[in-house]
């Protein structure tokens, strides 16, 4: 019997030239077949309009997924320009289908017809996307969005490119007396960092380079208050103007009015509202009442927060003179948490291995709840050497896919940590699914153990939540398979499955010593589980506070947004302290200069998904721990996982989610439990 390999695209054959050919062939192949559903003179038909539309681009979709593949986890100039090379021809494309009035029309005729839940829910999904885009106004409209899309696309480009600029610019060259504090593996990355960017460097030993979020993780760890002051102002001025320096200020609010304009074209008062509508929220007043419901608490925490570290810098940790200041909180956080919890990170992660985290833990977990099989596939290689393949079946042997894990960081790859698909099965699409999960984890020398640290375990039951949202989906139409849900809920499913971590049973499976083989002792289990809540004060209002900051730019009319760019900064700050989440000590985790996510990214008017899937996420883990619950399992059952995957996971976009979420906990969302979570009750 030959090995099934599920469609693995074979990697070896792959280069940025052919596939840059390949899908630039296969986009005028879909155009064609497009063009001929369009102008067919038959009547509308499933089989002659929705399963074209929904199945014409099989071939175009699996090599474009390798192109993002090779794009994000590899990386390196040939794929960079594939990859911009081919960007705009894709967004043309889709604009050109769903502008197209005549798809338009053939939609709408079918859906005037009888037809299964699932294609009905299929068709007004479709007529939602094209409605979005404006191809029901009338031509001087549908003109001026193109205009406006274009345009957009060119700004967003540009500001983000100012964003990396501004990282670059206010990196911090530093001296051998300013990295006291920090551990020789830090010193380490900042000295390469140094070697690697001598004009920044300008002849300093080390190199400190920005990350996107105000705080700076290092900050944490610098000993001298001075050092902290600089790496904090440096961060939160970014790209504000200062000196001469990168600007995003015009950009933005040239961005923002268009924006007001796109939403009043297409019939919503702000932009705001139109985002919320795309989502499960619905509308911008049902954001609105929970980001609300938060405010006061959260600033009542962050006020008790800020007072018990004054007082633990002024007793432990401050030189004389030197007076509490927001630059020294995640530094005195860090040293409170350690005396508190007695939680020393290099210890844990003497158990937290990560091969075992990943078989004996994520694995253990979906064996335990969903019955999944994993064999691992040492035959089948991946894009990369570190890549490596398991095969994934359901408890009765019958198959699934491929699960490759690719979670070593190299030089090329994108950061952070994610999941992709190469194929994703359903009724009318694919066979099989093969997903791929992404992690940056430092990879240590030949012969060595990898250890992890504990976010990096929940990252890696993070993303397998949503690769199993993928491995579980059973849908009729493609469209609606796996994680292809609203924004503003899929990250529901991958959150609840960090809830596994932590179990005691699924600990016992994976936190092993990795020498000895030996048990996490009961000391380091305790502190992990009184260390959660901790300084949740500081990370609710830092993320309250941008999610707030990014409601306000997109919940003002066009002829509201301020016209000169000194008017930013006070609009900011006035738009926080109207709400009253602004806060002396804790600066939001983005300001609006260099808030990449909704002025660059995708999340504008949506960086409230985050808060939005949680509420989700922390009422289905109190029901897992409760109703789903056997004995004092904690919801670490078969019964348990077969629910969820029933109501929720199987089920992607093929009906609305609000109800897969309703029909598992029997009632709409109560936002209590993301309250206790949050210590805000
Ligand atoms: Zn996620």
Redesign the pocket.
């Known amino acids: 019997m030959t090995a099934h390999n599920y469609g693995l695209p074979d990697f070896s054959s792959v280069s940025p030239h052919t596939i840059a050919h390949t899908v630039r062939h296969l986009l005028d192949e879909h155009r064609v077949l497009l063009d001929a559903v369009g102008e067919s003179a038959e009547p509308a038909t499933i089989e002659n309009t929705l399963v074209p539309l929904e199945t014409g681009d099989a071939e175009l979709s699996r090599h474009i997924r390798v192109m993002w593949t090779y794009a994000s986890s590899v990386g390196g100039s040939e794929w960079d320009r594939v990859e911009s090379e081919l960007v705009p021809l894709l967004t043309a494309h889709e604009d050109s289908i769903y502008m197209d009035p005549r798809l338009y029309g053939r939609l709408e005729q079918l859906s005037s017809q009888e037809h299964d839940p699932q294609t009905a829910w299929a068709l007004s999904e479709h007529l939602k996307n094209f409605r979005s885009r404006g191809v029901h106004l009338d031509t001087e409209f549908r003109e001026r969005l193109q205009q406006i899309n274009a345009r957009m696309a060119d700004l967003k480009t540009q500001i983000g490119q100012l964003i990396v600029k501004t990282n670059g610019e206010a990196a911090l060259p530093l001296g051998e007396d300013d990295v006291v504090g920090l551990t020789d593996s830090q010193k380490a990355g900042l000295a390469a960092d140094a070697a690697a960017n001598p004009d920044a460097a300008k002849g300093a030993p080390y190199l400190l380079t920005m990350v996107l979020p105000t705080q700076q993780p290092l900050a944490a760890s610098f000993a001298k208050a001075k050092v902290r002051e600089r790496v904090l102002e440096a961060s939160i001025r970014r790209a504000d103007g200062h000196g001469g320096g990168v600007d995003t200020r015009a950009l933005i609010l040239e961005l923002v009015k268009l924006r007001a304009e796109q939403a009043n074209i297409l019939g919503f008062e702000t932009f705001a509202e139109y985002e919320a509508s795309r989502g499960t929220a619905g509308s911008s007043r049902a954001v609105f009442e929970l980001l609300d419901s938060m405010v006061g608490p959260t600033a009542t925490n962050a006020e008790k927060e800020a007072s018990e570290l004054a007082e633990h810098y002024r007793d432990h940790l401050a030189q004389p003179g030197e007076e509490f200041s927001p630059a020294d909180w995640t530094y005195t956080q860090e040293h409170l948490r350690q005396s508190a919890f007695s939680l020393d990170g290099s210890e844990l992660s003497r158990y937290l291995e990560l091969w075992n985290v990943v078989e004996r833990g994520v694995f253990y977990a979906a064996t335990r709840l969903y019955g999944l099989q994993f064999i691992a596939r040492d035959d089948l290689s991946g894009y990369t050497e570190d890549v490596k393949v398991w095969e994934v079946r359901e408890e009765d042997g019958s198959r699934i896919g491929l699960f490759l894990g690719d979670y070593y960081a190299r030089a090329g790859k994108r950061g952070g940590?994610?999941?992709h698909e190469l194929l994703i099965r359903s009724e009318q699409g694919d066979d099989y699914t093969i997903i791929c999960n992404n992690l940056n984890v430092t990879k240590p020398a030949e012969g060595s153990p990898t250890l992890l640290t504990w976010d990096e375990v929940r990252t890696c039951f993070?993303?397998f939540?949503?690769a199993l949202h993928g491995f579980l989906s059973a849908t009729r139409w493609p469209s609606a398979a796996g994680t292809n849900v609203p924004r503003d809920f899929?990250?529901f499913p991958?959150?609840v499955n960090e809830m596994w971590a932590s179990h005691p049973e699924v600990l016992d499976s994976y936190a092993r010593h990795f020498e000895t083989g030996e048990m996490m002792p009961d000391r380091l289990r305790g502190a992990l589980t009184a260390s959660e809540g901790f300084a949740e004060g500081f990370a609710t209002s830092e993320i309250l506070q941008a999610v707030l900051l990014d409601q306000a730019w997109h919940r003002v009319s066009a002829d509201e947004i301020p016209s000169g760019v000194e008017a930013v900064a006070s609009f900011e700050s006035a738009a926080l302290t109207r709400i009253g989440i602004a806060s002396p000590w804790i600066p939001p985790r983005y300001r609006t200069t260099y808030f990449d996510h909704i002025f660059s990214s995708d999340y504008s008017a949506g960086y409230y998904s985050y808060l939005w899937s949680e509420a989700l996420d922390a009422d289905v883990v109190a029901w897992f721990r409760t109703e789903g619950a056997r004995g004092d399992d904690g919801g670490l059952n078969r019964t348990a996982g077969e629910t969820m995957r029933c109501a929720v996971l199987s089920r992607g976009n093929s009906r609305n989610p609000v109800e897969s979420f309703e029909e598992l906990r029997g009632r709409p969302v109560d936002t209590a439990a993301l309250l206790r979570r949050r210590r805000l009750v």
Do not use: K, L, R
């Open positions: 940590a994610w999941m993070h993303e939540g949503h899929v990250e991958s959150q």
